[in-house]
């Protein structure tokens, strides 16, 4: 079975430029998040998808970031612009239906933007 | 207020047995405990979940007293491809009414020969 899968495995942008980073979740996972840890600091939820819908988005810092879920498949995150403080590792990780706390995450999008 | 603490590192050498233990003090009561591990340049990964008394799977047990308090993860005869972060974690509900995942800091575990 194929595991949670993110592309880029690494991005380097200039500050002002946008990136789009995406997420395939395990097939058959209703349940999509996505994490980022920035440098030093621990790993933050950012928002949720339940299929499609977007359940939760209070951990995304500012209205520069866009997540969307096409058909409750995969998912993209663009960063529009992208600015020095947003470098850092982006992860996406996917569970079933009532799997809250058991989550498979992928390997992750390291962001550079300088 | 963090909602767990657990130790920044520890050692071990290979075939020990290592114990991590984390504090949740305000744990709340419907909130399972859940353990993860992560290598360098890799997602976390899913180790074992419990709510109370003892959880054993094939990698690790679990041990959570009474008043949950705590929680101890059981790493029986550590090799060194288990050096990772652990991490322990409790569910944040979310406004949704969904849970999510809180990470802290976690523990560096090295293991040397």
């Known amino acids: 079975e194929a595991g949670v899968t993110q592309f880029p495995s690494h991005s380097v942008i200039e500050k002002g430029q946008t990136v789009t980073l995406r997420c395939d979740p395990i097939?058959?996972?209703?349940?999509l998040y996505w994490y980022r840890r920035v440098m030093g600091k621990e790993i933050k939820f950012l928002l949720h998808f339940v299929k499609e819908s977007k359940q939760d988005e209070s951990g995304m810092p500012n209205n520069r970031f866009l997540a969307e879920r096409t058909g409750g498949t995969y998912s993209t995150l663009k960063v529009q612009p992208a600015e020095l403080e947003d470098s850092g590792v982006y992860f996406c990780?996917?569970?079933?239906?009532?799997?809250?706390?058991?989550?498979?995450f992928g390997p992750g999008t390291r962001l550079t933007v300088t | 207020l963090a909602k767990t603490t657990q130790p920044i590192s520890m050692d071990s050498y290979e075939g020990q047995e290592v114990n991590i233990t984390c504090s949740h003090n305000n744990i709340a009561t419907n909130d399972y405990i859940t353990w993860y591990q992560q290598f360098p340049s890799q997602g976390p990964r899913f180790i074992i979940q419990g709510y109370k008394t003892k959880v054993t799977n094939e990698v690790a047990s679990l041990f959570i007293p009474a008043d949950r308090k705590s929680s101890t993860l059981s790493l029986p005869r550590v090799s060194l491809s288990d050096t990772a972060v652990y991490y322990c974690?409790?569910?944040?509900?979310?406004?949704?009414?969904?849970?999510?995942?809180?990470f802290g800091k976690g523990t560096m575990l090295l293991v040397s020969p």
């Open positions: 097939s058959g996972h209703d349940n």
């Open positions: 990780a996917s569970s079933p239906r009532g799997g809250a706390y058991e989550q498979y």
């Open positions: 974690l409790v569910g944040e509900r979310l406004n949704s009414g969904y849970s999510t995942l809180t």
